[in-house]
């Protein structure tokens, strides 16, 4: 037994070395985006809410769905004047079935808003981050559609 464990030793050696002493193949570089994904990031501090906000109880949810620095004063406009911050807010003589939420997103919506699986039913509008992610993807529509996003809410383009 120990004759053949000498042999193979010896048979390592004589043609090639042992195996720990082979070079590795040298590591892949990685790319930025890989080195950014795995550092840990600080977190940007959000630009600082205007005095005139009315409802600067919003701002920090609606920038974290998506909603531009450059359209958060108008948004607070709208919260305001739609439903003065209220997250059951519902105007039932608006038409097709009232308006709801914060933003009182009517309820024509409401099968748009299904067909992009941002809500299942009328009532999940009741609910702000619901409500503000389909805010903007009907301000999304508008600038598609019409270069305006504000349209359903009847702000004029400037």
């Known amino acids: 037994m120990i004759k053949h464990i000498l042999a ?3 048979g390592l050696l004589f043609f090639g070395g042992s195996v720990s002493t082979a070079k590795a193949p040298p ?3 990685i790319t ?3 080195a950014v994904e795995h550092q840990v990031r600080e977190a940007i501090p ?4 205007p005095a005139e906000a009315r409802h600067p109880e919003w701002w ?10 450059d359209q958060m004063l108008t948004l607070d406009y709208v919260i305001h004047r739609e439903s003065r911050g209220q997250t059951e807010a519902f105007n039932k003589s608006d038409p097709n079935g009232g308006s709801v939420c914060l933003l009182q997103i009517n ?3 409401v099968k748009y808003l299904r067909q992009h699986n941002i809500i299942k039913q009328a ?3 009741y609910d702000p981050r619901t409500c503000l992610t389909a805010g903007l993807t009907i301000y999304r529509y508008g600038i598609d559609r019409h ?3 504000w349209g359903p809410w009847a702000i004029k383009q400037p």
């Open 8 to 10: 193979t030793v010896t």
């Open 27 to 29: 590591p892949k570089p």
């Open 32 to 34: 930025a985006m890989q």
């Open 46 to 49: 959000a630009p600082p809410i």
């Open 60 to 69: 920090a949810l609606a920038r974290e769905v998506g909603w531009a620095e």
């Open 107 to 109: 309820k024509f919506w």
């Open 123 to 125: 009532e999940d509008l």
């Open 147 to 149: 270069g305006w996003g």
